[in-house]
């Protein structure tokens, strides 16, 4: 691991970020828009070789782990193969790469995110003719509420049944598919369909990035 003050290579740090919530597809590194595709604020605009070397040098220093998708035991380490399995991918297979326990520690000395502030919000599966179902999870109680209370105050289609609040404490929390912390909270609620007010979802308050991105 370098030292938490060692530089690092910035496109290097973009890769990382772009699989900071999820393992990222290859493919979508060679997207017509990877940006777009990624939630990315700029595009580094790899050739595909920088690209396969990149990928390879961040592998081969433990950072980044590049397999099938979901549990594919084999892993890529050179530049030849992960162009294959770009280039050339397999029927029914996706070849990802995710952040390494290695990887995740070296972009929060850059990123410095404030985990407090991370909110994981989103919609369970329901069956039949079952209400929506929706989670969210947060590090306290208190931020799972507000998080709640922002949806309440959205206007999109979704109205959430504050009667349907459940909570549940988690110890540990498992933040991201790296990332584990002592204990977080998780909230379930149910919702119902409403006509969405374009001008609620317009006004609602923009969220600043609980890290620093990368600014290429």
């Given at each position: 691991?370098?030292p938490?003050?060692?530089?690092v290579d910035?496109?290097?740090?973009?890769?990382?970020?772009?699989?900071?919530?999820?393992p990222?597809?290859?493919?979508?590194?060679?997207?017509?828009?990877?940006?777009?595709s990624l939630?990315?604020?700029?595009?580094?605009?790899?050739?595909?070789e920088?690209l396969?070397?990149?990928?390879?040098?961040?592998a081969?220093?433990?950072?980044?782990?590049?397999h099938?998708h979901?549990?594919?035991?084999?892993e890529l380490f050179t530049?030849?193969?992960?162009?294959?399995?770009i280039?050339q991918?397999?029927?029914?297979?996706?070849?990802?790469?995710?952040?390494t326990?290695s990887?995740?520690?070296?972009w929060?000395?850059?990123?410095r995110?404030?985990?407090?502030?991370y909110v994981n919000a989103?919609?369970?599966p329901?069956?039949n003719?079952?209400?929506?179902s929706?989670?969210?999870?947060?590090?306290s109680l208190?931020?799972?509420?507000?998080?709640?209370?922002f949806?309440?105050?959205?206007?999109?289609?979704?109205?959430?049944v504050?009667?349907?609040k459940?909570?549940?404490?988690l110890?540990?929390?498992?933040?991201?598919?790296?990332?584990?912390?002592p204990?977080?909270?998780?909230?379930?609620?149910?919702?119902?369909?409403q006509?969405p007010?374009p001008v609620?979802?317009?006004a609602s308050?923009?969220?600043?990035?609980?890290?620093?991105p990368?600014?290429?």
């Amino acid at each position: 691991m370098l030292p938490e003050n060692a530089p690092v290579d910035i496109l290097d740090l973009w890769l990382l970020e772009a699989a900071l919530e999820l393992p990222t597809p290859l493919q979508l590194l060679v997207s017509p828009d990877p940006a777009g595709s990624l939630n990315m604020r700029d595009d580094p605009r790899f050739s595909h070789e920088e690209l396969c070397e990149r990928l390879a040098g961040l592998a081969e220093r433990d950072l980044i782990r590049i397999h099938e998708h979901p549990d594919g035991m084999e892993e890529l380490f050179t530049p030849e193969a992960i162009s294959q399995a770009i280039l050339q991918p397999r029927p029914r297979s996706i070849q990802v790469y995710e952040l390494t326990p290695s990887g995740g520690a070296l972009w929060e000395t850059q990123a410095r995110p404030d985990w407090s502030r991370y909110v994981n919000a989103g919609e369970e599966p329901s069956v039949n003719d079952a209400p929506e179902s929706w989670v969210i999870e947060a590090l306290s109680l208190d931020i799972a509420e507000a998080e709640f209370r922002f949806h309440e105050e959205l206007g999109d289609g979704n109205r959430p049944v504050p009667e349907s609040k459940r909570g549940e404490a988690l110890t540990p929390w498992n933040v991201t598919y790296w990332k584990t912390l002592p204990r977080g909270h998780r909230l379930h609620y149910t919702s119902v369909p409403q006509p969405p007010d374009p001008v609620r979802t317009a006004a609602s308050h923009r969220r600043e990035p609980w890290y620093t991105p990368v600014r290429l």
